[in-house]
């Protein structure tokens, strides 16, 4: 009985250096079908982007992850321009408004005929 306990028990015949050596393949391939697998997630969500720079082609690897690359560094090109024109006209409505602010406190404190008065606030608020 005592020998069928040694081939139940494989591992613990081996030192922890043979194991790892055993392991070594497994986990490396592993860590080639997740770097594959997200490849091919990539060409999927990239596929129209792939297909308008390279139409009715084999897309191998280094050619998916350069063209995502070079998107993904147009959408951040993008973003940059995006939020600096919002951020132009954020600004230029802050200025505006703290001008036309300034402009009734300067008309409130000297006495101007009423008609120009009206007229220029009228014209401000366009």
Known sequence: MAPSAVFLEPDNLLTPKEKNKLRKPVVEKMRRDRINSSIEQLKLLLEKEFQRHQPNSKLEKADILEMTVSYLKQQSQLQMKRSFHKSS???????????????????????VRTETQTKLLS????
């Open 89 to 111: 006209q954020f600004d230029f409505r802050e200025g505006y408004s703290r001008c036309l602010q300034e402009a009734f406190y300067f008309l409130s404190l000297h006495k």
């Open 123 to 126: 014209h401000f608020q366009k």
